[in-house]
């Protein structure tokens, strides 16, 4: 079935290719090489959907990324929101509806791929119309390595709406042969669909090319769906063409009204005709070209209507052998109709010099029946990449449009986007442009022979009409639509300026012009002209809003690209990790790692298997998988001397097989990570950091090696995933090791605390294991060091020695409750960047004896002094049951009076202790110290919990169990 | 994406890269001898100069090297790169990489 407005021949479209598709529950067909929207017009529908305001009905007004109106849902075979019909290219089972503004995002996970790739090029063209493919030829011949890219489907661009002929062959063969030859040519990538919709620094070029879109159903899942190119060009061309400009009147905005130009378009490109009658209204020559195509092909045209005083002669002429009535010094004041516009309403314009301000109406307003009115308001120059590439905009006042000015040193433009009409003068610039591109890279163009075209100077000057002069109606809403998609009239522009705005940035955002998919491309300038004539300034006065990337709009998953899921924050994990999957742990991230949180048994929650561990650790024997733990190993003839800066205590006076605690701080005295430090020789350490540090902790080291003292002889590198670590706890835990280790003497004089020593394990040929006494609990514990490749052996060697003492695996929680009970702090939990070791109660850690060391000089600082600074504190709950929330607020007054509150500080860590048989906590508390034995309050929802402000030290004061 | 040239490694992506603030802001020799005020101006204080300004990048992503560089803070443009050590360009050898 042949849609009813597809004319028999033309276009370029694949006539045996019919597609099948539904809008707006019709059933309908189109062909390979339609857009929805030329589809749907060749079925006769222009009615897509309802405006998002006024709910009025809105059509087609373009054929390209410009279209203010055509904004649809697709339903199958993905939902997809937001699209232009005229932008949707068509494919088989396509199901869609029209959209009021507004669309539904999809509820199911998108299943297609998205990806990005690099480019890098000498040039970089932006258009395949005839301006942008001279360019491109001419730096390919040159030996330049060029990029092409484009929006549509097929090169040619502007070509596409007429029937152009080039050296006296229709243009087509002339650009086919031309994209033969850059295809052909080695170097030269040429990128269809393809939309440069950011110019960044230094040549960089975001572009988005939709590879699979066009197949729908068809499309292949392996293949990625879209992609975006990231191009960085030595030189770039744009060659991006011109945007026709409509005009306001009333009533502007019903379905049949369209650009004259994109009617062209839909007529060449699609063999489709807008409907059965046309009236042109023409500020313009380029709009009588619409009238006369559509009249060649069979278009009843009743009439243009000229806004200029005078109709060119020639035009006039030929409209006149076709019957078209011209009907010069005129213009459109209105139209009528619904779903379609029926009539339009002509009158006298009131002005005769031509000039914009002078145009009025003047005389009874004339009733002309149709079914399509085009109108044509002038070009706009596509200068939206220009001016983020750091180019400057010209207003020209005889195009009514911003055309570059000052171009960046590596970006040129050609063709229609320079504001040049004329065919041969684009492809003159386009290879001019191409020339010193390519001269700027080093090629060496050679003469490239211009294709002949047929002269079209234009007979007359167009003119600048931003609206058809005339007041609001008294009694109905305004229907001069600047903004169609935002449901803007001239009112609106006006109670903008009314209100005392003049900037074109604020009227943008008073009125919301330019903020809706299209970015204002056709609506800008006008909202720009409309502005000037009210305040009464020059356009060129005015500064045009910023256009910023994205040029036309881009799916977040294609900026995501392959960057989704696991690969968007991979996760790391230890040695020992599908253990702990089968054990049944649970997980706590911390930084990437995925660190077992706790190991419930069957049935147990997480209290109780916390509880349970603990009690395994402090009474029998528990492990722990510490893996995550950073580790630097650092060595060097000056490693001591640079871990005496880093620290605050001394390792330079660390005796080779014995480990050290260290605090590290800023220059400003806070604390920013902690961890032990091993001497392993008297020229090497190993240096371990807290979990989510490591790098950090790298990179300090780094920092100061680099910049600072680059005369010390120390090399530092992560060896983190080079180890897994064990941490073997509780009172038996001497017993598991002797166990395993039974060339290691385990007693507590031969290895005494904070001592290390490397032995072999009886676990397989060749295992050795460096044992480390350190105690992150206070009780006895051994911390076993395997190469990672011997984790999961070793592990289960451990779990099957320590079975007879009831070994527990435990994971952080238990880890933090153990710690927490002997008020040992974790640095980013007890800590925020604004705790000193003073603070923490650990000026043990800070030596005295040191000249200097990284933080030291602001310990003498009068804030670090206070004697309010917040320290940390203790807290037990009177009711022992009550579990303090981390992070609730202290303060001293057990009546909450209206807010403010003076807080004390704050809760950083809280549990439920096994070994106390209590809950309990530690905070920061403002003058902390001074304040043990003190009652204070957290509030917690709408009541007040008591506490007794305790030592942080709340089990094991003594540290008699360290020894067993 | 601006482009950082590394001086060891050439033109890099700036998300390569580290920013460490203003250069040549050297760790005094003697802390301890320095008044509060003047710690405070070492620790707290940097300048935030309208032009050109000697800063300090790290190349992280890439050799997680150090090195200096002259950047027009209106411009974002790096007039010059220098390694570690070596003495920030003048305004004569700058205007030589600029041009």
């Not at chain 1, 070029?205 to 992609?227: E, I, N």
């Not at chain 1, 960085?232 to 502007?252: C, I, K, S, W, Y």
């Not at chain 1, 029926?342 to 307003?365: F, L, M, Q, R």
């Not at chain 1, 400057?392 to 006042?397: A, E, G, I, V």
Request: with cysteine; proline share 6%; glycine share 10%.
């Amino acid at each position: 079935m042949s849609a009813a407005f597809r004319l028999p021949t033309g276009g370029h479209v694949d006539r045996g290719t019919e597609l099948r598709f539904t809008f707006n529950g019709r059933s309908m067909t189109g062909y390979r090489g339609d857009t929805l929207a030329s589809a749907l017009l060749a079925n006769g529908e222009h009615r897509i959907g309802t405006s998002v305001k006024f709910g009025r009905p809105r059509g087609i007004v373009a054929a390209g990324s410009e279209d203010p109106t055509s904004l649809v849902q697709i339903e199958q075979p993905f939902p997809e929101p937001m699209l232009t019909a005229t932008t949707v290219e068509l494919y088989d089972g396509l199901v869609a509806h029209g959209l009021p503004g507004r669309g539904r995002l999809a509820d199911e996970p998108d299943p297609a791929r998205y990806d990005a790739k690099h480019a890098h090029c000498d040039v970089l063209v932006v258009g395949t119309g005839p301006a942008g493919l001279m360019a491109a030829l001419t730096a390919a011949r040159g030996g330049a390595r060029v990029v092409v890219v484009d929006e549509q489907s097929r090169a040619g661009g502007a070509l596409l709406g007429t029937r152009e002929y080039l050296d006296e062959r229709p243009w087509t063969e002339w650009v086919d042969d031309t994209v033969a030859e850059l295809r052909g040519t080695p170097g030269v990538l040429l990128l269809e669909r393809t939309t440069a919709f950011g110019v960044y620094q230094d040549g960089f070029v975001l572009a988005l090319q939709r590879r699979t879109d066009h197949l729908g159903f068809d499309a292949p899942a392996h293949a990625a769906r879209q992609r975006v190119w990231r191009i960085r060009a030595a030189q770039t061309v744009l060659a991006t063409g011109a945007h026709e400009r409509p005009v306001v009147f009333a009533d502007n905005d019903r379905p049949g009204i369209m650009l004259a130009g994109s009617a062209r378009t839909y007529l060449h490109r699609y063999g489709v005709l807008p409907g059965t009658r046309a009236v042109v209204f023409a500020t313009d020559d380029s709009a009588y070209a619409a009238a006369l195509d559509l009249a060649n092909a069979g278009m009843e045209v009743a009439a243009v209507v000229d806004a200029r005083p005078t109709a060119p002669r020639l035009l006039r002429a030929r409209c006149c052998a076709h019957g078209i009535d011209v009907r010069a010094g005129h213009v459109v004041t209105g139209t009528e109709g619904g779903d379609r516009v029926s009539a339009v309403h002509v009158a006298p314009a009131a002005g005769s010099d031509g000039s914009a301000d002078a145009i009025g109406t003047a005389g009874a307003a004339d009733t002309i029946d149709c079914d399509t009115l085009l109108v044509g308001g002038g070009w706009n120059p596509v200068v939206h990449l220009f001016s983020q590439a750091g180019g400057t905009l010209r207003y020209d006042s005889r195009l009514g449009a911003h055309v570059p000015g000052q171009a960046p040193a590596t970006v040129r433009v050609a063709g229609s986007a320079t504001g040049a009409h004329d065919l041969s003068a684009c492809l003159r610039q386009g290879w001019e442009a191409g020339c010193e591109a390519a001269l700027a890279t080093g090629s060496r163009p050679d003469e490239v022979a211009l294709p002949a075209s047929e002269p079209r100077a234009g007979e007359q000057p167009g003119l600048v009409l931003w609206r058809v002069p005339g007041e609001a109606p008294r009694d109905a809403p305004d229907t001069r639509f600047v903004d169609l998609q935002r449901d803007a009239t001239v009112s609106d522009v006006l109670r903008a300026t009314g209100a005392g705005l003049s900037s074109l940035e604020h009227v943008k955002r008073y009125t919301t012009i330019g903020t809706a998919h299209d970015q204002g491309k056709t609506s800008g300038t006008i909202t720009a002209g409309i502005v000037a004539e009210a305040l009464g300034v020059e356009l060129s006065d005015q500064r045009p809003t910023t256009f910023r990337p994205p040029y036309t709009p881009v799916p977040f998953a294609a900026l995501a690209g392959r960057d989704r899921g696991e690969l968007h924050d991979p996760a790391r994990v230890t040695a020992v990790h599908a253990w702990h999957v089968a054990r049944g742990a649970l997980f706590e991230d911390v930084g990437q790692w995925k660190r077992p949180w706790y190991f419930p048994l069957p049935g147990e929650d997480m209290d109780t298997a916390v509880l349970r561990e603990c009690r395994a650790a402090r009474e029998g024997v528990a492990l722990m998988d510490g893996s995550t733990l950073g580790k630097i190993d650092v060595q060097g003839r000056d490693a001591g001397r640079f871990l005496d800066m880093l620290y605050t205590n001394k390792m330079s006076g660390l005796r080779v097989g014995r480990i050290r605690y260290g605090l590290m701080c800023g220059v400003d005295g806070m604390v920013i990570d902690d961890g032990t430090v091993i001497r392993l020789a008297e020229d090497r350490f190993l240096v371990t950091t807290t979990t989510g540090n490591a790098a950090m902790v790298l990179d300090w080291m780094e920092e100061w090696l680099q910049t600072e003292w680059p005369h010390l002889d120390v090399y530092a590198a992560s060896v983190t995933e080079h180890w897994a670590t064990f941490p073997l706890v509780g009172p038996r835990s001497r017993d598991v090791l002797a166990a395993l280790a039974p060339g290691l003497d385990v007693g507590n004089d031969a290895f005494e605390f904070m001592a290390w020593r490397d032995t072999v394990l009886d676990v397989g040929p060749g295992v050795t294991a460096r044992v480390c006494r350190i105690s992150f609990s206070g009780e006895l514990a051994y911390e076993i060091n395997v190469t990672a490749w011997h984790g999961p052996a070793v592990w289960e060697a451990l779990m099957a020695a320590g079975e007879a003492y009831g070994i527990t695996p435990y994971g952080t929680e238990t880890m933090h409750v153990l710690r927490a009970e002997k008020g040992y702090p974790i640095i980013g939990q007890e800590t925020d960047a604004t705790v000193t070791p003073q603070d923490l109660g650990m000026a043990w850690a800070v030596s005295k004896k040191k000249a200097d060391f990284l933080g030291k000089r602001s310990f003498d600082r009068a804030e670090n002094n206070r004697p309010d600074r917040k320290q940390l504190v203790g807290l037990l709950p009177l009711d022992r049951d009550v579990r303090l929330p981390e992070g609730a607020q202290v303060v001293d007054t057990d009546d909450l009076p209206e807010p403010p509150v003076r807080m004390l500080g704050h809760v950083t860590s809280s549990y439920r202790s096994a070994a106390l048989d209590r809950t309990f906590a530690l905070a920061v508390v403002r003058s902390g110290r001074e304040r043990v034995g003190e009652i204070l309050h957290v509030p917690v929802g709408d009541g007040l919990v008591p506490v007794t402000v305790t030592e942080s030290v709340l089990y094991d004061k003594e540290g008699a169990r360290r020894d067993g | 994406m601006q482009l950082i040239p590394c001086p060891w490694c050439g033109p890099r992506e700036e998300a390569e890269f580290h920013y460490g603030g203003q250069a040549h802001v050297a760790y005094p020799e003697d802390p301890g001898a320095l008044t509060d005020q003047e710690w405070a101006r070492f620790v707290f204080f940097r300048d935030n100069p309208c032009g050109p300004f000697a800063e300090r990048w790290s190349h992280s992503a890439g050799c997680r090297r150090w090195f200096n560089a002259v950047r027009d803070t209106r411009t974002y443009e790096l007039l010059s790169v220098y390694r570690v050590g070596e003495p920030r360009p003048d305004a004569s050898e700058r205007d030589e990489v600029v041009s």
